[in-house]
């Protein structure tokens, strides 16, 4: 009868930390797109000196959207 134990699979560990480590680095590029469009945004009304912060608002949604649409396009591409 043949040993239940399964061979150890070195590509195994490979690829999972391969995994992770693309995931995180989708991570940290969504919180640099969307923390470089909001500080864009906060200098650029301070620069102008508006009394409301629509270039803030409008820079960061901006790059909330930019950012969700990498995070789709690099999960469904499979990258």
Same mark, same amino acid.
């Given at each position: ?15 999972r930390? &391969?995994?992770?480590? &693309? ?12 923390? +470089?469009?909001t ?11 508006t ?9 960061m949604? +901006?790059? +909330?959207?930019?950012? +969700?649409?990498?995070?789709? &396009? ?6």
């Amino acid at each position: 009868m043949a040993s239940p134990i399964k061979p150890n699979n070195p590509d195994n560990g490979s690829d999972r930390l &391969r995994t992770v480590a &693309r995931y995180s680095g989708i991570g940290m590029q969504m919180a640099a797109t969307i923390g +470089l469009s909001t500080w864009a945004g906060y200098w650029l009304d301070k620069h102008y000196q508006t009394k409301t912060p629509w270039f803030t608002l409008g820079l960061m949604l +901006l790059g +909330l959207f930019a950012a +969700l649409y990498n995070v789709i &396009r690099a999960v469904s591409k499979g990258e």
